[in-house]
């Protein structure tokens, strides 16, 4: 049940409602999700099975997406994310920035592990509808939401991102994952290095503790016969 709860609270913590069909949500930039994200894929959704908590406080919806991208992380034929909300037997619960999946639907998905399964990261800002253009190409776009995003260090609204084909999209996820990698490198490099020895130190501090000891009991005894 503690698990369910972490899920479910989870949602949360990234809106604040502001009405029954608004609600203001902290906006999360494109680098954050995808370093924070487990696995990004693309899957078309084959199955949803709603139930409800063993408390039956909790409705909770299981998605079942057949992959056929993957964009970070270990590739894998099916992928299955819960997230809070549903329906069974009529009774409708909605959670705060939380869109259910539809069957027959092609989504991206940032993924999170967590104790209670794999889910949306960030939840609606973690997920992208895909659709078909004119032309034949996959169009990437945000899931519609009624939340505000809002950047919280400059208290700003913060627009949705544009729609951009599948082809741009995992190319921005590249060189997003390339941006990160680079900073955390150059990160390591401005870290200051370790002499030889120093390095010899630190690896042999409890047998250089042990020496100093010895020689002031030597140099104490020393001193206490003269």
């Avoid at 084909?165 to 994952?177: A, N, Q």
């Avoid at 690896?203 to 020393?222: D, N, R």
């Amino acid at each position: 049940m503690t698990r369910l709860r972490t899920l479910f609270l989870g949602a949360l913590t990234l809106a604040l409602p502001l009405s029954a069909h608004a609600s203001v949500m902290r906006a999360i930039d494109f680098d954050t999700k995808v370093d924070n994200a487990a696995a990004i894929v693309l899957g078309k959704c084959v199955k949803t099975r709603s139930e409800w908590d063993p408390s039956h406080r909790t409705i909770l919806t299981w998605s079942t997406f057949q992959v056929e991208d993957t964009m970070k992380g270990a590739a894998a034929g099916e992928v299955t994310v819960v997230t809070p909300g549903g329906v069974v037997a009529g009774v409708h619960q909605d959670t705060i920035g939380i869109r259910p999946f539809r069957e027959g639907n092609e989504n991206v998905v940032f993924i999170r592990n967590t104790a209670a399964g794999p889910t949306v990261l960030y939840f609606d800002q973690g997920a992208y509808d895909v659709s078909t253009s004119e032309r034949g190409d996959k169009i990437v776009a945000p899931v519609e939401t009624n939340a505000i995003r809002v950047d919280t260090q400059r208290g700003v609204a913060v627009e949705s991102e544009i729609p951009r084909t599948l082809r741009e999209f995992k190319s921005d996820v590249r060189d997003s994952m390339d941006r990160t990698r680079n900073m955390k490198m150059e990160m390591m490099r401005g870290r200051p290095q370790q002499t030889p020895f120093l390095a010899a130190v630190a690896k042999y501090k409890l047998h250089i503790a042990i020496a100093l000891l010895g020689a002031l009991l030597a140099t104490w005894q020393f001193f206490r016969r003269t």
